[in-house]
C-alpha cells in the first residue's frame, strides 16, 4: 500500500505504512507546521503499521508541538508501535 497524507483545514490523515523509505514525505509535509497554525489534528487510524523511523518522526512532531506551546492531538486506533512508544514515555516521565 502506498503511503499518503491528506488533510483539510488543520486535520490530516494518514494512510498506508509510515516507514524509513517514506519518512521524509512525513517530515516534509509537516515541516514547520507549528509557523503555520496552533492546533494540529492527525488522524493514524488508517496507518497499517510503522517501523521506529515513523515513530520517531511523529514523537519529534509531538516534541515540536510541547517546545512552542501548540496544540498536536493524535487520533484513531492506529497501530501498536506507536501507542508503546507514546506509553514508555510517560511511564518514565
Do not use: P
Not at 14 to 39: S, Y
Not at 42 to 60: E, F, L, T
Amino acid at each position: 500500500m502506498d503511503f499518503q497524507i491528506t488533510n483539510c483545514n488543520n486535520f490530516f490523515k494518514v494512510k498506508g505504512i509510515l516507514n524509513k523509505k517514506n519518512v521524509a514525505m512525513f517530515n516534509n509535509e509537516f515541516n514547520n507546521i507549528f509557523e503555520r497554525v496552533n492546533n494540529l489534528t492527525i488522524s493514524i487510524q488508517d496507518i497499517i503499521s510503522m517501523d521506529k523511523y515513523g515513530v520517531d518522526a511523529i514523537a519529534k512532531l509531538h516534541e515540536e508541538a510541547l517546545a512552542k506551546n501548540k496544540r498536536l492531538s493524535i487520533v484513531g486506533l492506529g497501530c501498536k508501535e506507536l501507542y508503546d512508544h507514546f506509553k514508555t514515555e510517560s511511564a518514565a516521565a
